[in-house]
Each structure stands twice: as C-alpha cells, then as structure tokens.
C-alpha cells in the first residue's frame, strides 16, 4: 500500500510539472485538463507536501513571544513562525484554504494567544479596520498572509466585503457597528 501511494504521488506531480507554466500557473492547453482534473492534482501536491512535513516534523509553527499590535505587523511575525516546507505548503494550495485548514487549530492559537478576543492592542487596531470577529480577524490575517507568500494584492478590502455581507446576512446590525468604530475615531 506505501508503494502504491508513492506511486499515486510521483505519478500526481509529474503531471503537474508537465502541466505549469513558467509562472507555477496551472496551464490547461499544454496536457488539456479540465479545471476539476487540475484542482484534483494541485491537491495531491499539496497533501504531499503535508505529508511530507508531518514526516519530519515541520508541520508546526515556531512560538512569538512578542504579540504583534497592526496588522501589517502580523504577517511579519507570520514570516517570523513558519519554515521553508510551512511557506511551500500554504503556496501550493488554493486561495482561502490555508485559513480553512487551519482555523481550529493555528487559528486558534492565533485568535487566544495574540487576544484577539478583544485584550490586546491587534484586536483593538484590527476592529478600528473594520473586522468585527476574532474568528474573522484570524481569517483575513491568515488569508492575506497566503496572498502574501504567494506575491499577490492581499485585497483587504474585498475580504471586509464578504465578512461584513456574512454578518449582515445573520441579522447583525454591521453598519451602525461600523458606524460607531467610525464615530470613536473622530
């Protein structure tokens, strides 16, 4: 059975380094695979990847001492906890799932230890942004982190978008909530 899976494996990423461009983009017309075929084997790589990790125990994150209170100030201290493999990982998978992945247990971590609960400095500074759960406070820091890693626009903004429509959608009141953040800025 390990045979087979490292067969199943070599076989996942062969295809894959026949099927990007120079840029590590999927390209569909070199082997033409359907989107579905290239999201299956991008999610071989990156279990392989995890894998991988788990094996040689690089699957975990390095502590921060130093809470950090701006959000921009956390995705340094992110830079800060993760390893090369770490880093490699969360490029490899798809937008929004390194946050996915790990909310309940990174996120966690994240959400308790750097009081995003609402006693540090960092949930202070991230309300004032205009993010109004911790569970979402560690969504956007993890999601922008990924963009990061990977080199693309962080768009905090549209990430603000869709939080504030989820909230919205449950009856919470987001824009006086919003409105009253605005009013103790003045």
Known sequence: MKHFKILI????????LFSCNSKGQFNNQIVNLSKPQIDSLKRIECDSLLSKMTEINADTFRKV???????EESLMKLDSMMNPKMEEWIKCLPDGEFSGYVHHG???????????WGNSELADN???????????????ILDSYQRKLKGEELKVEEQLKYYHDYWRNTGMPVDSILNELNKGEE
């Open 65 to 71: 001492f130093q809470i950090p209170t701006q959000f």
């Open 106 to 116: 990174f996120g966690r971590y994240l959400r308790n230890n750097w009081g995003l």
């Open 9 to 16: 494996g070599t076989v996942g990423v062969a295809a894959l």
């Open 126 to 140: 991230l309300s004032k942004m205009g993010i109004l759960h911790p569970d979402d406070m560690s969504g956007i």
